[in-house]
């Protein structure tokens, strides 16, 4: 699978197709945008929103949350305020989310499964890693939205000034719901 990749973007670079996509590393309307990972966002998201090429910083994840104040996505949005003049962030949940239905066990028996070692395991929890926590999913949608809309609004290092809104997609139509 890589090599086809591989295969088709030297032919994409070659025939200079990368040219249409051409922008600035500032966001052209200033916002950001924390979504999900889902495969049906991947080109549905930015569509369904009329956002093209360089328009807003991506940010994606499993579920869209926000699971430490200080982890990789919270410093990804102070980044984009700070340095890339981003006012206005939009958290999009989607429903249909596979994070609603995880499960930490099941996901632990898989690793099991997989050759990931009980010592591994173990370590992990040694240092303070609570695969509960981490590896567990939410029960709705909507409230998981609110949420990490309420770590970003009650962030210490979010200015006041920085808009933050809770958004649904549905996964099939992309239509939004305001949360």
């Known amino acids: 699978m890589l090599e086809d990749l591989l295969k088709y973007n030297k032919e994409f670079v070659e025939n200079k197709r990368y040219e249409e996509f051409t922008s600035s590393k500032y966001p052209n309307k200033k916002i950001a945008i924390l979504s ?15 956002l093209k090429n360089g328009d807003v910083k991506m940010i994606k994840n499993a579920g869209a949350i926000i699971s430490s104040p200080f982890g990789s996505a919270m410093r990804s949005l102070i ?16 429903y249909d989310c596979g994070m609603q239905s995880l499960d930490s066990k099941a996901i632990l028996h898989k690793m099991k499964s997989r050759n990931i070692s ?9 240092c303070g890693i609570d695969f509960d926590i981490w590896l567990n999913g939410f029960d709705s ?11 970003i609004v009650n962030h210490p290092l979010i200015p006041k000034d920085v808009n933050v809104y809770g958004l649904i997609m549905d996964p099939t139509t992309g239509k939004v719901d305001l949360v």
Do not use: W
């Open 79 to 94: 980044v984009a305020i700070y340095d890339l003049d981003v006012d206005e962030i939009l958290v999009i949940g989607h």
């Open 36 to 50: 999900c990972m889902d495969t049906r966002l991947t080109e549905l998201l930015p569509a369904a929103l009329g």
């Open 118 to 126: 009980e010592e591994k395991i173990k370590l992990i929890k040694y």
């Open 141 to 151: 949608v909507e409230e998981s939205v609110k949420a990490t809309v309420g770590m």
